[in-house]
């Protein structure tokens, strides 16, 4: 049975995403370049990946000249949704009440993480965002 494809961000798949974030747009050659890997991937192997990402409707390319430009589509935001929800309905059944007590329980969070996290909770229960 073949591997199920996913919508949510790979290992691989994440770095070039956060190059592109940070830089708003680049060629092929432009991700490659901002990539911190020892060695760096192969430019084939960073199209191949810039590709399926486009695919999966996370980036769009722009022919300027003989280059393709790729951009993000998706917001850093919306992926880190995505992959939340992913998380919490494969690991937690659904639950956002389980992920934050297993939270909790066995990371250690520090008092002022711990107050920000009890003012959005607050906030959250008057019903603000």
């Not at 940070?22 to 370049?33: I, L, Q, S, Y």
């Not at 995505?82 to 066995?106: H, I, P, T």
Request: proline share 4%; hydrophobic share 40%.
């Amino acid at each position: 049975m073949g591997r199920k494809k996913s919508l949510n961000l790979t290992e691989g798949e994440l770095p070039l995403m956060q190059v592109l974030w940070e830089k708003k747009r680049g060629t092929v050659g432009d991700v490659v370049a901002a990539l911190a890997a020892d060695p760096p991937p192969a430019y084939s192997t960073v199209l191949t990946t810039l590709r399926i990402l486009e695919a999966k409707g996370y980036v769009r390319h722009t022919k300027e000249g003989r280059a393709f430009v790729y951009e993000p589509v998706v917001i850093q935001e919306e992926a880190s949704r995505k992959a939340l929800d992913y998380l919490v309905n494969r690991f937690f059944g659904g639950s956002c009440e389980l992920l934050v007590m297993n939270l909790l329980k066995e990371e250690s969070i520090g008092g002022a993480e711990l107050r920000r996290i009890k003012k959005m909770i607050a906030k959250s229960e008057q019903g603000g965002k």
